[in-house]
């Protein structure tokens, strides 16, 4: 097989699906915090299945999928230890653990409709058998996961927020529109380090609602600068005014709604500082 740095790795695509199901089973399992918790020694298979509670031979083969996937390293003795960068990223105790964001913004609200994409592509319905065989669109209409994944969004978007600041400064704003801005981790950020700024959220139904608990734990003076106005970005219906805004921020926005839909968001242009 040839390949050049210009070209699609099939292979590589093509097997990830699996390498990435490894991953968030072990998290799911908590299969790297046993490992971390005994220390430089390792942990054996046997004592790890007792750990965890699952049967010798299917963790078998999930251990072996995580070191081939480098997730794990398996020492001579047959112990296995947590590689670098899943001790510092995939075991919870650690100050830079983010697999609660991986799990619940990735695993468990997307993973197991991959294998129907192809089905949901001709019919535009859901997977007949995983949820209800209605028409797409609505995401999260079950307020469990847009709980979940709102709240793993938000803590993982914090970062990303910051740098944005460490590049662009907002000082002179007061009007700021954040569309499909979660449950607000980018307007908190920026609202809290811009005097005088006020932003807008706009989401779906259930993200807003999902919203309120993050609400609550913002500061009083960065909490009553941030709103929340309902809306689908699935559809042609604006619910804000244009040329009303000194700054608009997207993100994750136009590859995720219909093509229609991008140039009507792009239309909500700021007005002139």
């Not at 509670?53 to 299917?58: E, H, K, L, Y």
């Not at 009007?175 to 979660?182: E, I, K, N, P, R």
Request: proline letters at 4%.
């Amino acid at each position: 097989k040839e390949s050049t740095d210009e070209d699609v790795e099939i292979d590589t695509i093509a097997y990830s699906y699996m390498a990435s199901q490894a991953l968030f089973t072990a998290l799911e399992l908590g299969v790297f915090d046993k490992i971390a918790a005994v220390g430089e020694s390792g942990m054996g298979a046997t004592d790890l299945g007792e750990a965890i509670g699952v049967a010798g031979p299917r963790l078998q083969t999930l251990l072996t999928a995580l070191v081939a996937i480098k997730c794990l390293k398996l020492d001579a003795e047959g112990l296995y230890h947590c590689s670098r960068n899943t001790e510092r990223f995939m075991v919870s105790s650690s100050k830079h653990y983010y697999g609660d964001f991986l799990k619940l913004q990735m695993g468990r609200p997307f993973q197991h409709q991959m294998g129907g994409l192809a089905h949901v592509m001709r019919s535009g319905t859901r997977i007949p058998g995983r949820v209800e065989d209605s028409r797409v669109p609505r995401w999260f209409e079950d307020p469990k996961m847009a709980q979940q994944y709102s709240a793993a969004q938000h803590y993982g978007s914090e970062d990303t927020a910051k740098t944005f600041l460490e590049k662009q400064r907002l000082d002179g704003a007061s009007q700021m529109l954040d569309v499909a801005g979660g449950v607000g981790a980018l307007s908190y950020v920026l609202v809290g380090a811009t005097p005088g700024l006020e932003s807008t959220v706009l989401e779906i139904p259930s993200v807003c609602r999902a919203a309120e608990e993050i609400r609550e734990k913002q500061p009083a003076y960065v909490r009553h600068r941030v709103n929340f106005v309902e809306m689908d970005a699935n559809v042609l219906d604006w619910p804000v005014e244009d040329n009303s805004f000194d700054v608009v921020v997207m993100s994750y926005v136009s590859g995720s709604v219909p093509e229609p839909v991008i140039g009507k968001i792009g239309r909500a242009s700021c007005r002139e500082r």
